[in-house]
């Protein structure tokens, strides 16, 4: 059994929807991240960075004979495909190009897109520079997925982790203020990862956070709010 510290986030979502297509058991240890959840001692054991999502895997002992813990989204990912032998190709330029895709979301999907909902939705003061900076390499960012799909299904080949990865954070993309609308062939692979059993099932783990947000309007302002709190250390 898998253990999942978790919460409502792209990359939290990264977590849930690999564990969904690659049909294992878990269970979800959700946590407020804007209550400081991923802060505690007990967490701070799992991931010493203090960042959600993590994994303890009890079907295997560390030295100490406990579960064994993985933190860092895109690790976790590549630790869970090697255990099944699950979306990641087993021959070396197969696993390479994936593995490239994953770290291109870690490494500029993710941070890009990361800063710009910073600026965009949460810092307490409109940053302009800062706003148009990030969104415009967020949109840049978006045209190397674009420019990847044309005449692809999906990223890498078959649907792999680079797609989880990356669909997690891109379909976010209104959140950040940058629009998909131009870019076709990346829209039609957001919308073809929407309708997959599994990728349904992973957003909502630990909740489904766009339900919570529509049934009750002020649900956007508490969400910034915390959010804010997290970045300033109180409430902005």
Not at 69 to 78: D, P, Q, R, T
Not at 117 to 125: A, D, H, I, S, T
Request: net charge negative.
């Amino acid at each position: 059994m898998i253990d999942l510290y978790t919460a409502a986030t792209p990359n939290g979502w990264k977590a849930s929807v690999t564990l969904e297509e690659m049909g294992l058991d878990y269970t979800v240890k959700a946590l407020d991240i804007s209550e400081g959840d991923q802060k505690q001692p007990d967490f701070l054991k799992i991931n010493p960075n203090g960042r959600i999502p993590a994994i303890v895997d009890h079907d295997v002992k560390d030295a100490n004979g406990d579960g064994f813990a993985v933190f860092e989204s895109g690790a976790l990912m590549i630790y869970l495909a090697e255990k099944t032998g699950k979306l990641l190709p087993p021959d070396a330029q197969g696993r390479s190009k994936v593995i490239q895709w994953l770290m291109f979301q870690m490494g500029g999907i993710g941070p890009m897109m990361g800063q710009a909902n910073v600026f965009y939705r949460y810092f307490p003061e409109k940053i302009q520079p800062a706003i148009d900076r990030y969104q415009n390499e967020t949109a840049r960012l978006f045209g190397v997925l674009d420019g990847a799909l044309a005449g692809n299904e999906y990223l890498a080949g078959d649907y792999s982790l680079a797609d989880i990865a990356n669909w997690c954070w891109v379909r976010t993309h209104a959140w950040s203020g940058v629009e998909i609308e131009p870019f076709e062939n990346l829209r039609r692979w957001v919308e073809t990862i929407a309708k997959r059993p599994a990728a349904i099932a992973g957003l909502n783990v630990p909740y489904n956070l766009e339900e919570r947000m529509r049934a009750q309007a002020e649900n956007q302002e508490e969400f910034k709010r915390n959010a804010r709190k997290m970045l300033v250390g109180k409430d902005g």
